[in-house]
């Protein structure tokens, strides 16, 4: 299935991967959504902090398109990590480096209740659906009776 060694290419090629699949698909999610609230994908929807809210339809459907980022991210984590015991490690990496884009992005720390809220619940989400459907993956039977069999 895999080695136990530590390699740290494969690592950082995950990361890399699970990152650039990440801002892929929210961005799909925010370009789908926006075409319900008519606006279209901007990097302002991706990295601050203050339009994420219950309180305006852009913030509403960027608060939207973050769960279900999260839902597709754990599908990353099964076809691009596939071990549940790395699954909380990786999602939280993912977000910690979104933190540092919004952080890079905004000039400031993000304050917003509203921001740490959505996040805190999107890490959740991807962690725990990420690693539930990797323990599926590892807790299959493996077949026994692997030999060709012969008609006689």
């Keep these: 299935f895999r080695s136990y060694v530590w390699d ?9 991967l699970l990152q650039a699949g990440y801002y892929s698909s929210l961005g ?6 926006g075409t319900l609230g008519r606006t279209g994908p901007s990097l302002h929807q991706v990295f601050s902090d203050e339009i994420l809210g219950f309180s305006t339809p ?4 960027s608060m939207m398109a973050f769960i279900l980022n999260a ?3 754990a599908l990353g984590l099964l076809y691009f990590i596939r071990r549940g015991k790395q699954c909380l490690d990786f999602t939280v990496t993912v977000h910690f480096f979104h933190l540092l884009g919004c952080w890079i992005y905004n000039s400031h720390f993000p304050s917003t209740l509203t921001w740490w809220l959505v996040h805190i619940v999107c890490t959740a989400l991807m962690a725990a659906i990420g690693e539930y459907l990797c323990m599926r993956i590892e807790l299959r039977e493996i077949p026994l009776n692997s030999a060709p069999k012969s008609n006689v």
Excluded: D, K, S
């Excluded at 740290?8 to 890399?16: D, F, K, N, S, T």
């Design 8 to 16: 740290p290419a494969l690592i950082v090629a995950q990361m890399v």
């Design 71 to 73: 839902l597709t991210c």
């Design 28 to 33: 799909l999610w925010l370009a789908v959504l």
């Design 58 to 61: 852009p913030g509403r459907l």
